[in-house]
């Protein structure tokens, strides 16, 4: 699937995240905002992604299946978009709950395409 092949693409540019030794689960506050920067073009990816994906509009067939894609993915995009606002106003507890929340979210993502037969779908999530 073009949509998903493309999050895929964006997201690997990004490269390595570039702050190899931090921990999201106890944020040192002074790299939030540096954080939120990069995190600010993993927004703009994922809602480019949702756009998209929605605009495909319902599959002939499996829309439960498409429809919980759709679910899953939209609930990674509240996710970040929440994370990134999180570190830019440096709150580390919303930072680390929503670093939990979003290894759900892609977990869910992950196993909602590969049902639907969208693998690409998965790698994107997973990347």
């Known amino acids: 699937m073009a949509v998903c092949q493309a999050a895929l693409a964006q997201k690997k540019s990004q490269g390595p995240f570039p702050y190899p030794d931090f921990n999201p689960t106890k944020p040192g506050l002074s790299k939030l905002p540096a954080i939120a920067a990069v995190e ?11 756009g998209q994906m929605l605009a495909l509009g319902q599959p002939p067939a499996g829309q439960a299946a498409w429809a919980d894609v759709l679910k899953a993915l939209k609930s990674h995009v509240r996710i970040i978009v929440e994370q990134q ?4 106003h ?19 993502m992950v196993r909602a395409a590969d049902a639907a037969g969208v693998s690409v779908c998965a790698d994107a999530a997973a990347a």
């Open 85 to 88: 606002a999180a570190a830019q």
């Open 40 to 50: 600010a073009t993993t927004v703009n990816i994922y809602e480019t992604w949702m």
């Open 90 to 108: 440096g709150d580390g507890q919303t930072f680390t709950k929503d670093y939990y929340e979003g290894n759900k979210a892609q977990d869910e």
